[in-house]
């Protein structure tokens, strides 16, 4: 994966600085601090329509297992024979859910039905009773949720078999309808894909927010850490003035970059992997990121928007050929925001860190605004509002 520290290094940061000083603030200890003055203006395209509160449909391999009749009861089902753990807990609201079941009743009578579906060893059982109209069908819709367990288990993708049965109540006693096992694959809980069929680019760029984590534990911590390094000794959240114009914001930014460049020792690693179509890319979370150290782009870039998060601010991913960054909105209303280039973390300061994203920000802004498929700007509170909720598990 590129980086701006692959393109210009520790002595081009420094250079950079003295060409480029609009924007730039200082992170020194005076009170109020000096921060740039309302940040940079963002210039987003349209949308050409609102997000659908539906489930996107994947569009990904599906299969269909063998029906089964039983007292004129016949059912089947479909389901989705690759289970991607980073966001397998969207599926059923952001995307389709897991498994369908089809019941049909050729009775004259209702029938009361049980219908359950997991991934032994990996999931919690779904379940779910309906009636069926006689001469009527039922559809169920199932989404079996990773255990903590199950998704801690998962460091590489694993065949697994889904599970599924219907039955009925006989004079008080259940009888089977269907009792299937069907051959599934669970994925890495670090492999996140670029690309899913079904899904628009800015739709599937949407789903890399659910790695964004401002409730883990870790994230808590990183913030504790970065109050240490503000002049009043305390963390604010949310915002207070307009454009910022107190520095409360770019402070708090600053204490972050300062807590993680002192107190955990991130560096920058690179990874081979680009955000190429088709793709998958190893990415960890936050709270992985801050016990190893290290992160690549992707990684330094989820964290920092998990910490913004945490403290009530919005946050943006900018996302460029083989590389992301994040943005962050000065007050939460207008459309300026400051933008950090998190691969310099442990080589450069915060203001630096501050410059050199703003320039490539100045670079990326007209194909981001020309909806330039290749670049792409994802709003974390849009994303969460669409259903891209957090990964539970850590």
Not at 305 to 321: H, K, N, R, S
Request: glycine letters at 6%; hydrophobic letters at 40%.
């Amino acid at each position: 994966m590129g980086s701006w520290r692959n393109a210009y290094g520790r002595l081009g940061a420094l250079a950079l600085i003295l060409v480029i000083s609009a924007g730039c603030g200082s992170a020194s200890a005076t009170w109020p601090p000096v921060a740039p003055s309302g940040g940079a203006r963002v210039d987003l395209p349209v949308p050409s329509a609102a997000q659908s509160s539906h489930a996107v449909a994947s569009e990904g391999p599906r299969a269909t297992a063998a029906s089964a009749t039983v007292d004129q009861i016949t059912a089947d089902y479909v389901y989705t024979s690759e289970l991607i753990t980073p966001i397998a807990h969207l599926y059923g609201t952001f995307i389709d859910d897991f498994v369908i079941v089809t019941v049909e009743n050729a009775n004259t009578s209702p029938v009361k039905l049980t219908v359950q579906s997991d991934i032994p060893g990996y999931t919690d059982k779904a379940i779910d009773t309906v009636t069926v109209a006689g001469n009527g069908s039922e559809e169920i819709r199932q989404n079996p949720r990773l255990t903590q367990a199950g998704y801690e288990s998962l460091n590489s993708q694993h065949p697994a078999d889904l599970h599924v049965v219907v039955s009925y109540l006989e004079s008080g006693q259940p009888r089977t309808v269907l009792d299937q096992t069907s051959q599934t694959l669970i994925t890495s809980r670090d492999d996140f894909p670029w690309s899913i069929k079904g899904f628009t680019q800015q739709e599937n760029y949407e789903l890399v927010v659910a790695m964004i984590t401002p409730t883990d534990p870790s994230v808590n911590a990183l913030i504790r850490t970065a109050a240490n390094y503000d002049p009043r000794k305390i963390m604010t959240s949310g915002y207070d003035s307009e454009q910022d114009s107190d520095g409360t914001v770019w402070q708090r930014l600053s204490d972050i970059w300062q807590a993680e460049t002192n107190d955990y020792n991130l560096t920058y690693i690179s990874t081979p992997i680009t955000f190429a179509s088709g793709q998958s890319q190893r990415i960890r979370l936050p709270g992985e990121v801050l016990d190893q150290s290290s992160g690549n782009c992707i990684e330094l870039t989820l964290l920092y928007a998990a910490a913004v998060e945490y403290l009530g601010m919005q946050a943006a991913l900018v996302i460029v050929p083989g590389h992301a960054y994040v943005a962050v909105s000065v007050d939460g209303t207008s459309d300026s925001y400051y933008f950090i280039e998190t691969t310099m973390i442990g080589a450069a300061t915060f203001d630096q860190a501050s410059s050199a994203a703003l320039t490539e920000w100045e670079k990326a802004q007209p194909h981001v605004a020309a909806a330039d498929p290749d670049y792409a700007w994802v709003d974390v509170p849009s994303a969460r509002k669409n259903g891209v909720v957090p990964i539970p598990w850590r």
